[in-house]
C-alpha cells in the first residue's frame, strides 16, 4: 500500500500490480484531482497492471452527470473491459469504475462467502452478496454506450477542475448513483 501522489508514484516506479486502486479527495473538482480522472493517468495506470490486474477508480458524489461519464469514457477508451459499480440506496457516495485487460466477472454469492470464511461480517454486516446485487452493476456494453457521448478528461482539457461554467448553466448535481445504474437497465 502507498498513499502519496498516485500520478507521481506510478511516473516512477516500473512494478506491475494485480490491483490499482484510486481514491482522490473528494468533491471531483478539488484542485489537482483532474490528475487522476485524465485519460493519460488512466493509460499511465494501465501501463503498470500485470496481465489480468484492475484498476479501480472511485468517484465521488456528488458530482455532475457529464464529468462521470467523461471519466468513465476514459475507461472504455482505455481497457478492453470495464463496469461501474454503485448503490442504488445512495449508501455510499460515489461509483466505483473498473477496468482491465482481462473480463470482469462479479459473483455476489462469494463477497457474502469471503466475508464469512474472514470474520468480516461482524464489523461490516452490509458486506454481503446484496452489495454487488443486481441493479448494483453497469455492465461494459451499457457503460460504453452512455459515455460515449461525452468528451473524455484530458491533461490538455481537465473539464472536471472547472465546475464554475455547469454551475451558470444550472446543471444539477447528481447526489446518488441511480444516473449511472439507470444508464446499466436500458443496456440490451
Given at each position: 500500500?502507498?498513499?502519496?501522489?498516485?500520478?507521481?508514484?506510478?511516473?516512477?516506479?516500473?512494478?506491475?500490480?494485480?490491483?490499482?486502486?484510486?481514491?482522490?479527495?473528494?468533491?471531483?473538482?478539488?484542485?489537482?484531482?483532474?490528475?487522476?480522472?485524465?485519460?493519460?493517468?488512466?493509460?499511465?495506470?494501465?501501463?503498470?497492471?500485470?496481465?489480468?490486474?484492475?484498476?479501480?477508480?472511485?468517484?465521488?458524489?456528488?458530482?455532475?452527470?457529464?464529468?462521470?461519464?467523461?471519466?468513465?469514457?476514459?475507461?472504455?477508451?482505455?481497457?478492453?473491459?470495464?463496469?461501474?459499480?454503485?448503490?442504488?440506496?445512495?449508501?455510499?457516495?460515489g461509483?466505483?469504475?473498473?477496468?482491465?485487460?482481462?473480463?470482469?466477472?462479479?459473483?455476489?454469492?462469494?463477497?457474502?462467502?469471503?466475508?464469512?470464511?474472514?470474520?468480516?461480517?461482524?464489523?461490516?454486516?452490509?458486506l454481503?452478496?446484496?452489495?454487488?446485487?443486481?441493479?448494483?452493476?453497469?455492465?461494459?456494453?451499457?457503460?460504453?454506450?452512455?459515455?460515449?457521448?461525452?468528451?473524455?478528461?484530458?491533461?490538455?482539457r481537465?473539464?472536471?477542475?472547472f465546475?464554475?461554467?455547469?454551475?451558470?448553466?444550472?446543471?444539477?448535481?447528481?447526489?446518488?448513483?441511480?444516473?449511472?445504474?439507470?444508464?446499466?437497465?436500458?443496456?440490451?
Amino acid at each position: 500500500v502507498r498513499v502519496n501522489d498516485g500520478r507521481n508514484a506510478l511516473l516512477t516506479t516500473r512494478e506491475r500490480y494485480d490491483v490499482i486502486v484510486i481514491d482522490g479527495t473528494p468533491p471531483i473538482f478539488s484542485a489537482g484531482t483532474v490528475n487522476l480522472y485524465s485519460r493519460e493517468f488512466v493509460e499511465l495506470a494501465k501501463s503498470r497492471l500485470t496481465p489480468d490486474g484492475i484498476v479501480a477508480l472511485w468517484v465521488p458524489l456528488p458530482c455532475f452527470e457529464s464529468e462521470f461519464w467523461m471519466i468513465a469514457r476514459n475507461f472504455t477508451e482505455t481497457f478492453p473491459q470495464t463496469m461501474a459499480w454503485g448503490q442504488p440506496r445512495n449508501s455510499i457516495d460515489g461509483v466505483l469504475l473498473l477496468g482491465s485487460s482481462s473480463p470482469l466477472a462479479i459473483d455476489p454469492k462469494l463477497i457474502t462467502r469471503r466475508a464469512q470464511e474472514r470474520k468480516l461480517l461482524a464489523a461490516n454486516p452490509w458486506l454481503n452478496e446484496q452489495l454487488a446485487g443486481e441493479g448494483s452493476l453497469v455492465p461494459d456494453a451499457a457503460l460504453r454506450s452512455a459515455a460515449a457521448r461525452y468528451p473524455s478528461v484530458t491533461d490538455d482539457r481537465p473539464y472536471t477542475e472547472f465546475p464554475l461554467p455547469r454551475y451558470l448553466r444550472r446543471e444539477r448535481l447528481q447526489e446518488g448513483s441511480q444516473f449511472v445504474l439507470a444508464a446499466g437497465s436500458t443496456s440490451p
